[in-house]
């Protein structure tokens, strides 16, 4: 019997190597914005790693907001309108 | 010697032809009507304006500006992309509607009058119908009349308001309008309801994702950017817009994020970068119309790539919920890499095009300090790379791996996702091009050392939210369900409305059967029959007590004169006998 082949990501060290990937442009992303000369139109603009923690935030307290919030409001079964 | 042709003829007559063509050369056919019809508008200068006049009116059914000429070069490039995408379907059917809707668009673009203007939007409209209906099932067929229902009415709002701003202002030219009398009000909503407007939005959540698979993808490109163009033509600077589009753009996240029909969560995120347009058409300077203009330029076509990737992902696989799919980056290895340079453009990665365009829509709003405003902003900004940026490629093409062992899409559909992908990283790489066609001049920068880092660290840190909380088991398992939205209103309030309206109106019908038909006629007959005789009993009772009746002979007589009366045998007419007595009235008076 012939095996599939093999893919990139059925190897659990590939998905670890893009999540250090991933943690590593983070550090890196990060560590340059002492370098970068800001232009800011808001206060909060200066604070340092504001926009890294506001998509953080914002990110999880979209999920949170959508999975215990709204999805009991409005989940129905799939024939809910037959 | 024909200098110009406007595209929406070349479309549409165009259109009509296609059913009687086969083959390559029908292939050949239409791909060649948008690139004639784009040859043809490169010919024609700003300030063009064709005249008309018309039972008292001076139409301008075509006229050239720069604002009209942005959204016209678009639409020639995804009708292009759509044609060749859908070439490999043997739907004419499809095919026509595809045109038609294409030309209406391009049709309401270069309309300089209001008649014109209506003409083209409510083709517009008939002719999407057939792109969600020619899915042919019975799912599509409901999504579609819904949505021809909800055109329906959005169309006769707009109607009642052009007439009355046309018997207004005595003229039919399209130009700023401007909210100020309930006439302009009406041409707002009706405009807004194409738009996706908050709670008028769920006909596009309902019924693209019903529609065929080349279908989505003219849909998801003409109707709201039309609406799009025509608010930005007709109600630039018109503040509910900034509140109106700043809505539109958080609201639906969070539906995308809960939701498992992909193309559905397409379809919300749709209306969360419309929303983008809306707040720079709100704020309405240059630069921010400019950023309306740009983002919708963008967004048909990275929107339409990934409608193209789940499209071919649906042709392949017959699924389309998120619980069916994944790991179909091993079998479609293109369509994966196209998704994800879509799915990069949404998201506003630096190199691709959403970020030069939706930075100008930021940079406005922060220009006019509001705060609120540009943080909602922002924070949509954050959730469509978590919806649309990860959640559409993620749980299509990697995720678990659901087993399916396709063949990668057609060549067809490839060319056309390579066509859009490759827009979607040129206007991102060298946006002087986009900024080049714009309606004003532009001095926007978006790359910035600092804009450029502070992107991708919101962009980052929002995949770092998403894998820590995939990760813990946090983030929501998509579950085979629907969720409620607004078309509840009409999809339970409409049967419940029906039965309501069923009860009280049959209610009185029968009402009125047994009043009328049962009483009223009954009666009405019972007296023609016996109510003469009683009338005369009247008269003849004193006469025969003054000439001396017995009982059992005035019983009898009674019978007898009754019997007479009602069989019409009297010995004297009743006409005559009436006479004598009217006689005898006005003898004693």
Known sequence: ?82 | MIEFIPPAFIFILGALAVPLLRGRFKSAYMMALPVVSFLFLLSTQVGTAWEVHFLGFDLVPFKVDRLSLVFGYIFHLISLIGVIYTLGFKSDLEHVAGLVYAGSALGVVFAGDLFTFFVFWEMLTVSALWLIWARRTRASQAAGFRYLMVHVFGGLVLLAGIIMYISEQQSVSLGFIGLHSPATYCIFIGMGINAAWPLLHSWLTDAYPESTVGGAVFLSAFTTKTAVYALARTFPGTEPLIWIGALMTAFPIFYAVIENDLRRVLSYSLINQVGFMMVGIGIGTELSINGAAAHAFAHILYKSLLFMSMGAVMFRTGKINATDLGGLYKSMPWTALFCSIGAASISAFPLTSGFVSKSMVLDAAAHGHMSIVWLTLLFASAGVFHHSGIKIPFFAFFSHDAGHRVKEAPVSMLVAMGIAAFFCIFLGAYPKFLYSILPYPVEFVPYTASHVLFQLQLLMFSALAFTLLLLSGIYPAEIRAINLDADLVYRRGGPLFYRAMAAVLNGANRLADQLFTGRFVGGLSRFARHGPAHLLLLVMKPYWAVSGLSGQEEVDAREKFRRQVEAGVLPISILGLFAMIYLGLLFLL
């Open chain 1, 1 to 82: 019997m012939k095996t599939e082949k093999q893919h990139i990501f059925d190897k659990p060290k590939n998905v670890q190597r893009v999540l250090y990937g991933l943690f590593g442009t983070l550090v890196l992303l990060l560590a340059l914005e002492p370098l970068v000369h800001k232009h800011p139109y808001f206060a909060w603009e200066e604070w340092f790693g504001f926009y890294a923690i506001y998509g953080f935030v914002a990110c999880v307290l979209l999920v949170l907001a959508a999975k215990y919030i709204l999805r009991p409001f409005v989940k129905r079964e799939e024939d809910y309108y037959d």
